[in-house]
């Protein structure tokens, strides 16, 4: 039986997996979380395939080795997609991923026309090539990477004004792609997008439908963990690679979620 107070270790390249976080802590409230972002890393999105894969089954390993925590949640869409199947090999908990929502968003979608948005790595995945075919069989999908995102989300949850212009710039790139003007229904396949959710919903809404999958993620690791018992000591911990002043700025956004100071990895 898992002790009461081993902790669920949630990981991402930076701020994003808070969304799976926010989505995951109140279904858990007593559940003790370690949240590790590899800043040292971020972005993930502009790093070949090996570089990701590497540093994340790297990384992940040691963390394990140091946390022991009862499950890994990989809070990112471009580590997953690359990097999933290798983590679940060498790890000897449960490893929960977040792949685009393609299967949801293909089950709402009237127009039959899906946009999806995320890192350059992640949509160039035949992960999302595979569930794309799986799931998306029959409608269109139309991918486009916005990297900018990645850092805007950064920034916003650092306190600092969000710049409109490069998500209406990204909308109008996914209207002018042949179909585009018919998407219904917009994938946000990377978890630092919905962290934009009123930036996106100001441009997109309301002919489009914004999806993403940290609601389906928290549910499924809290069916994975049915039957355990949970004590949280103290606040949730939230861990960095490199040097905690990369942190700087989130002090607001991590307080109001229940985290403890930034600590090095
Ligand atoms: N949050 C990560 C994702 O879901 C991407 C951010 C990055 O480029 O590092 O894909």
Redesign the pocket.
């Known amino acids: 039986m898992v002790d009461a107070s081993t902790p669920i270790l949630i990981f991402?390249?930076?701020v994003?997996?808070l969304t799976v976080y926010d989505a995951l802590q109140p279904l858990l409230p007593q559940a003790p979380v370690i949240y590790a972002a590899d800043l040292a890393g971020?972005?993930?999105?502009s790093k070949t395939e090996a570089q990701i894969a590497a540093r994340v089954a790297g990384l992940l390993g040691r963390m394990a080795e140091r946390f022991r925590p009862r499950l890994v949640c990989i809070a990112?869409?471009?580590a997953s997609t690359i990097a999933l199947g290798m983590v679940r090999e060498v790890l000897e908990v449960p490893v929960v991923g977040?792949v685009p929502a393609i299967k949801p968003a293909a089950a709402l979608t009237k127009t039959g026309t899906i946009g999806l948005i995320?890192?350059e790595a992640?949509i160039r995945q035949a992960y999302v090539d595979r569930l794309e075919a799986e799931f998306a069989n029959g409608t269109r999908l139309l991918r486009i990477a916005a990297?900018a995102f990645?850092s805007l989300a950064e920034a916003k949850l650092r306190g600092k004004p969000v710049d409109l212009a490069p998500v209406q710039a990204i909308a109008e790139q996914l209207r002018a792609m042949p179909g585009g003007k018919a998407i219904d229904t917009l994938v946000l396949a990377?978890?630092?997008f919905p962290l934009l959710a009123d930036e996106l919903t100001a441009v997109f809404r309301p002919e489009v439908a914004l999806v993403d999958g940290a609601q389906g993620i928290a549910r499924r690791i809290v069916h994975l963990l049915e039957g355990q018992d949970f004590a949280r000591h103290g606040p949730n911990r939230f861990v960095v690679t490199g040097p905690v002043t990369a942190a700087e700025g989130l002090d607001n956004a991590l307080a109001a979620r229940g985290f403890g100071p930034v600590e090095a990895f």
Do not use: A, I
Request: hydrophobic share 10%; with cysteine; net charge negative.
């Open positions: 991402d390249s930076g994003g997996g971020l972005p993930y999105g990112c869409n471009t977040t995320g890192t992640t990297p990645v990377c978890t630092h």
